[in-house]
T-cell receptor, first 112, second 114 residues
């Protein structure tokens, strides 16, 4: 499966923007970039996904590099509730598998 | 709309026993996937089902099995439990077979093997 690389951990202050990077240099043209997060003691939850263009939703924005070899999840104003492990996942169409391949993710700490 | 439910939430078993975990997907969802989460290995894919058929399987021994019923509910079974099977088992459902469909996760079943 195509691999993603994320920093192990990041820190942010409450109400400040957070930029979570992800490298996926082996991405192919049909692979989607998905982000999920896992809050403490909960199952993962979907955050956002994209293919080529930048995407926005109520939770976050996804900025995708022009060559698609990297992407950045942007939380516009971090809250304490955003403290979680964030996973950048490539959904590889050619495998025919709909399930997710999780890496180790980035643990985001938010300071009050 | 109710979310994905998993039962039981907590389970303690001893080595050599077997266990069955249950997952009820969101109403209308026909795809169910199972994952194992441990501190050492992180989140690993076990298997996925769609319309009662296993579509893909992860790299786990044959002691791990599953099935899906006609109402889309799913069960997974682990036989001859080992200490290393202690983990959080997560179930996720999605609406269809589309490649990019969002997966909705349940709260998990925490299995402890003594």
């Amino acid at each position: 499966d195509a691999k993603t690389t994320q920093p192990n951990s990041m820190e942010s202050n409450e109400e400040e923007p957070v930029h979570l990077p992800c490298n996926h240099s082996t991405i192919s043209g049909t692979d989607y970039i998905h982000w999920y997060r896992q809050l403490p003691s909960q199952g993962p939850e979907y955050v956002i996904h994209g293919l080529t263009s930048n995407v926005n939703n109520r939770m976050a924005s996804l900025a995708i590099a022009e060559d698609r070899k990297s992407s950045t999840l942007i939380l516009h104003r971090a809250t304490l509730r955003d403290a979680a492990v964030y996973y950048c996942i490539l959904r590889v169409r050619d495998t025919g598998r709909r399930a997710l391949t999780f890496g180790s993710g980035t643990r985001l700490q938010v300071q009050p | 709309k109710a979310g994905v439910t998993q039962t039981p939430r907590y389970l303690i078993k001893t080595r050599g026993q077997q266990v069955t975990l249950s997952c009820s997907p969101i109403s209308g969802h026909r795809s169910v996937s199972w994952y194992q989460q441990t501190p050492g290995q992180g989140l690993q894919f076990l298997f996925e089902y769609f319309s009662e058929t296993q579509r893909n399987k992860g790299n786990f021994p044959g002691r791990f099995s599953g099935r899906q019923f006609s109402n889309s509910r799913s069960e997974m079974n682990v036989s001859t439990l080992e200490l290393g099977d202690s983990a959080l088992y997560l179930c996720a459902s999605s609406f269809g077979q589309d490649f990019y469909n969002e997966q909705f996760f349940g709260p998990g079943t925490r299995l402890t093997v003594l």
